[in-house]
């Protein structure tokens, strides 16, 4: 009797196929698409000549997958180069409604349009407005404008690729003739888009600050009132999935209902079916993330084996999810926001199991107590952020610069906190939108009191000076890789013995890190230097021993994110010293933005108007005096708008910039700077151009007419370290 082999996940195969398929094609022009898509067709009509992968399915079931990817990332070029592109750089007349709620950034404020027409022409473009005054638009008026229209991106590929898993290709500035009819949209969207707004300005009137920016980004996803240096601050300490409207809280809200619904004895089948309409309802209330529509795919098919006494499969639902997200937007592949969203459910399900019982035979022989109550609780947490940190690790270690090394004990401290925040802000909104105050105040005010505990437990760890370490090294990376070639062929190899595995896997796991961290002490111990490429102004970012040091902030319009960006891949979570040599505009653009996203201990400055205008905590102002920072072999000494650092004896001099090569003021050039690894000295270059080889070992940093900015002297040789 022949036995019919049945594909096993059929969902699984083909979403993970189409991700990695249209992955791999990211960037890349129309042959290698086109020849792509021609050898997925020719793969599936052999897979089909062969009986036995045949009837086995898998294989042609991949490569069908594959040539279907490929059909949609081609007909989603087709749709960006001939409906998007052609108006770049063109007045246009935009009539539509909001998709997003508004918020203000760097002084500008920003309007995300569903077109209806463009031009007059029916259209389903977005764009991104920006405006230097506020437009007054609610979510539920049409709205028309004209506006010059721009490609989002610019010429950067990074950039272009996320605004595009962002269906959004297009932005307008200097919005004129603009045209509003109040209340004219009442759609489903538009309605839960004004819901949401609600939701947020009930909680934001009980809780006017930090706490009630945070508790809006927690419940409903409008992160536009949280400071900056309190997203660091979560990323820094490893929790900043609580500020992503992701699976945790759709988890949360949805079991709640269904608890509450089985508490008031509805039927198992109504509790499942009412929780699925909300997962849909939350969904689009939330604005269809990539994390909210993969988790709620997850869960809705839990509830739905409960529905109809199924049980659901993994595996098959995660292919599920990015089936529906790719088949919507195809450049959704590049997300990182979805990578990690699905290294961390991977983790989860392959990873948790066997961590949380090797924890819990620790306590094996003991009694059970209330310790061993509270030690179960514990090591349940313990083991969720181990799994997820080492799931993770390889998306971190090909997108991001560092990872967090206290994400263990801040999920600890703050996960079950943040459930709490959560649960209370939202139905204490709720409570005061349909007039309940005395059951809503109550509610809201809890949640501002977590919040204020989530806010400065995340700040204090993250002062931590090593809470971030940086993984972008080339010897980490290649530990990285080495590790999961490794841990692939023990998986194919068959080995049996699990145990055996488990413990390759962690010893693995340990390398990485002790890897990463063996580098990160070695290069702590040495002055790390970048020059941030800003146009026309300076900006200089140093670390020696864990301390952060930036030198001018200034330059063209993007200054402030280019020395954020700079601190980031150092691996700092907070600044130790600012110094602001000169007093003008133009040297002082980035100040505010840097201020926004990082907490700065100290500030040198120019002049008191400086310390007055950005109010540093503790600031000293030169006032035409001098002043002198010294940290070991470091010395810095500021004085009439020059800077000088020293390290160690002052036997070679390099000084920053260089006007006569035609180069930006603020971009570090490395030409002749060679070295061992016995260096005590590490130049970053933060530009992409070759080196070439000059005489002189000199890096210059220069202001636009000349006048010399930044000088360093050192006894010791130097190494060239490019960043990724």
């Not at 089909?48 to 279907?68: N, Q």
């Amino acid at each position: 009797r022949k036995t019919r082999l049945i594909m096993k996940r059929p969902l699984a195969v083909t979403g993970f196929t189409m991700l990695f398929t249209l992955l791999v094609l990211s960037g890349s022009n129309d042959k290698a698409i086109s020849a792509v898509l021609l050898a997925a067709l020719i793969a599936f009509v052999v897979f089909m000549c062969i009986k036995k992968v045949r009837r086995d399915k898998t294989l042609p079931f991949a490569a069908l997958s594959a040539a279907v990817a490929v059909l949609l990332l081609m007909s989603n070029n087709a749709y960006y180069l001939g409906k998007a592109k052609p108006l770049n750089g063109k007045e246009v007349i935009i009539s539509g409604t909001l998709s997003d709620l508004p918020y203000e950034k760097d002084g500008s404020f920003y309007y995300v349009l569903k077109a209806d027409t463009v031009n007059g022409e029916k259209s389903s473009l977005s764009f991104r407005v920006v405006s230097k005054t506020p437009l007054c638009i609610d979510v539920t008026d049409e709205v028309s404008l004209s506006a010059k229209a721009f490609l989002l991106g610019g010429d950067s590929d990074e950039i272009l690729k996320y605004y595009k898993s962002k269906s959004l290709f297009l932005g307008a500035h200097s919005p004129e003739n603009i045209s509003i009819k109040r209340g004219e949209k009442k759609s489903i969207g538009t309605m839960l888009l004004a819901l949401r707004q609600k939701l947020t300005s009930e909680t934001l009137c009980l809780l006017p600050n930090t706490y009630g920016g945070l508790v809006a980004g927690l419940c409903y996803g409008d992160k536009s009132n949280i400071p900056r240096y309190v997203t660091t601050a979560f990323s820094a300490a490893g929790v900043s999935h609580l500020l992503a409207v992701s699976g945790l809280h759709l988890s949360v809200w949805s079991s709640l209902l269904y608890m509450i619904m089985r508490k008031l004895r509805v039927s198992r089948r109504i509790s499942s079916a009412s929780s699925i309409v909300f997962i849909i309802f939350f969904a689009i209330l939330t604005g269809m993330n990539p994390p909210v529509v993969r988790a709620g795919t997850m869960i809705g098919l839990v509830f739905a084996a409960d529905l109809f006494k199924r049980e659901a499969d993994s595996l098959n639902s995660i292919g599920l999810s990015l089936i529906l997200l790719l088949v919507f937007n195809p450049y959704m592949s590049t997300s990182l926001s979805l990578w990690l969203s699905l290294a961390a459910t991977l983790g989860m399900m392959y990873f948790l199991k066997p961590l949380s019982r090797a924890l819990d035979r620790l306590i094996a022989n003991v009694k059970q107590n209330i310790f061993t109550t509270a030690y179960k609780s514990v090591s349940s947490l313990i083991a969720v952020s181990l799994a997820v940190t080492a799931a993770s690790l390889p998306v971190f270690a090909v997108s991001l610069p560092t990872v967090s090394t206290v994400s263990v004990l801040s999920n600890l401290l703050m996960v079950t906190v943040g459930s709490v925040c959560m649960t209370s802000g939202g139905l204490g909104a709720l409570f005061m939108l349909i007039k309940l105050d005395i059951i809503g105040k109550p509610l809201v005010l809890l949640s501002g009191i977590t919040a204020k505990y989530l806010t400065e437990t995340a700040v204090k760890i993250s002062e931590f000076h090593h809470a971030l370490l940086p993984i972008d090294s080339i010897f980490t990376r290649i530990s990285i890789a080495a590790a999961l070639i490794v841990f692939a062929v023990v998986l194919l190899l068959g080995y049996k013995n699990k145990t055996v595995v488990k413990r390759i896997a962690i010893t693995l796991f340990c390398m990485i890190f002790l890897s990463a961290a063996v580098v990160s002490t070695v290069q702590n111990n040495k002055l790390c230097i970048a020059a941030v490429s800003v146009g026309d102004g300076s900006a200089v970012v140093m670390k020696y021993k864990y301390k952060t040091y930036v030198v001018g902030c200034g330059g063209n319009y993007f200054s402030g994110s280019a020395v954020c960006d700079i601190i980031n891949t150092l691996g700092s979570s907070n600044i130790d010293y600012i110094i602001l040599p000169e007093d003008s505009e133009k040297s002082l653009s980035g100040v505010r933005r840097v201020k926004e996203t990082y907490r700065i201990s100290s500030a040198v400055t120019a002049t008191d108007r400086i310390k007055d205008g950005f109010s540093f905590d503790s600031v000293v102002s030169l006032n035409g005096n001098s002043v002198e920072i010294t940290d070991g072999k470091l010395k810095i000494t500021v004085q009439d708008s020059r800077v000088y650092v020293f390290f160690g004896d002052s036997l070679s001099e390099i000084t920053f910039g260089d006007v006569n090569d035609g180069s930006d003021a603020g971009l570090l050039i490395c030409r002749g700077i060679t070295g061992d690894e016995k260096s005590d000295i590490i130049l970053v270059s933060t530009d992409k151009t070759d080196i070439g080889d000059l005489p002189s070992q000199k890096v210059i940093l220069t202001s636009q007419n000349g006048t010399v900015l930044f000088t360093l002297s050192h006894n010791g040789k130097m190494t060239y370290r490019r960043m990724a």
